[in-house]
Each structure stands twice: as C-alpha cells, then as structure tokens.
C-alpha cells in the first residue's frame, strides 16, 4: 500500500539554487515525518524530521514544511551542493511506530 | 559510520534455501527494524522488535521470520527463497520506538 508517495523520481537542480523535494501521504494518523538521504552502497541516513504539531522545522541549509491539511511535505535544500546528490526519502510514523517510506526521490546537483 | 552493523554484507544463494541475516543496533538502542528494499523500490518496512518484543509488523511474508535476543541483536531468517526475494536488506535501530532510526550498510542478498 502506497500510504507515502514520492511522485517524482528524480530531479536535476543546479549548483547554487534550491532543491524542492515533494512527499503526499495518505494516512491522516500519521504525526511524524522525516526525511532520509541514502548515498549508493550505504544504508539511509537522518536528515530532518518534523512532528505534526508544527508546520515548518530548519537545519541549516535543509527546511521540512508540512502541510497537514493537504497531508503534503517538503523538503527545500537550500543553496543546493553537488554533495546532496542522493536518493531522499521520504517517511511517515504514527504512535504505533508503523514508519511507512516513500519510493525515494534521486537528487542530481550540477556543479 | 551510524553504529549498525550488518552481517554479511552480500549473500549469494540458490531458489529453496533458508538464509539469516544479523544486526547489531548502536550501543544502547532498544529498538531494532528490518526494511527490504528491491531494485528501484522504496524501503519496504519488514518488522519492529523494542527491548526483545516483536512491536510492529508490516509486509512481511510468512516464510520470513526475526527475532531479537536478550543481547540486542537481531536476526532476519528468509526460508524457501524466492528469485523475487533478491534485495537490500536494511536494519535500523533507535532509542526507542518513534526516534530517528539509524541505519545499517544493508546486506544484498542475491537469489539464483
């Protein structure tokens, strides 16, 4: 079941600018959402999370926005470096801890 | 280096066998997930074990099964392996349910 969706799987920004990635979910239980970035031949990292009582959390150059009623989240990269070329994925959580992820979404950052 | 270890690293097996796979989670985290993630798809979540309980479960099929041992660690048994089960497998673990997860290298696994 596709309860969290990445739509696009893949996008090409460059150097410099910013990077918008885009997550939907389905499940309106959902109240915590994270983002990971997964380089090849290495497991995912944490980059950023966001709880549903908020609608927008910073960390430097990367800002999760959250939209509950379009049950829509970003991720804004910005400026964007040729290192944050990866896959980002995209994951949502209840209180049951049932974590669903998106297909990803393969950032390419051009120098 | 995110302090989950994953053993093996690659798995080449045949159609029919029985496979386990092993993590190790960060030093003091209770919480141990397993995700299978296969070409070009996202990461698909398994199953959750907190403090040696089975907490959550999700697609998981019924000829694999895990469990996670009083030291922590946890096991990922695939039996009657199919081609279609050729994927990475990912643990995770976290301090406790509802934490960021931490990942481990992943093993492929490799169905002939």
């Known amino acids: 079941d596709q309860q969290v969706k990445q739509n696009s799987p893949s996008l090409s920004v460059q150097e410099g600018r910013i990077s918008i990635l885009n997550c939907d979910y389905t499940?309106?239980?959902?109240?915590?959402f994270l983002w990971y970035k997964k380089y090849p031949a290495e497991g995912p990292t944490f980059l950023i999370s966001?709880?549903?009582?908020?609608d927008k959390n910073e960390d430097g150059r990367f800002t999760v926005f959250l939209n509950k009623s379009a049950k829509h989240l970003s991720l804004h990269i910005v400026p964007s470096q040729p290192g944050d070329s990866a896959v980002y994925f995209c994951?949502?959580?209840?209180?049951?801890?049932?974590?669903?992820f998106g297909a990803g979404t393969r950032l390419t950052v051009k120098p | 280096d995110s302090g989950v270890t994953q053993t093996p690293k690659h798995l080449i097996t045949a159609t029919g066998q029985r496979v386990t796979l092993r993590c190790s989670p960060r030093?003091?985290?209770?919480?141990v997930y397993w995700y299978q993630q296969s070409l070009d798809q996202g990461l698909q979540f398994l199953i959750q074990?907190?403090?040696?309980?089975?907490?959550a479960k999700g697609n998981i099929l019924e000829r694999f099964s895990a469990q996670q041992f009083p030291d922590l660690h946890s096991e990922l048994n695939l039996s009657s392996l199919e081609l279609g089960d050729s994927a990475l497998y990912f643990c995770?673990?976290?301090?406790?349910?509802?934490?960021?997860?931490?990942f481990g290298p992943g093993t492929r696994l490799t169905v002939l």
């Open positions: 995770a673990s976290s301090v406790a349910p509802y934490n960021e997860q931490f």
């Open positions: 499940n309106s239980m959902f109240d915590y």
């Open positions: 966001i709880s549903s009582i908020k």
């Open positions: 994951a949502a959580s209840n209180n049951n801890n049932d974590m669903r």
């Open positions: 030093s003091g985290d209770l919480s």
């Open positions: 074990y907190y403090n040696g309980e089975e907490r």
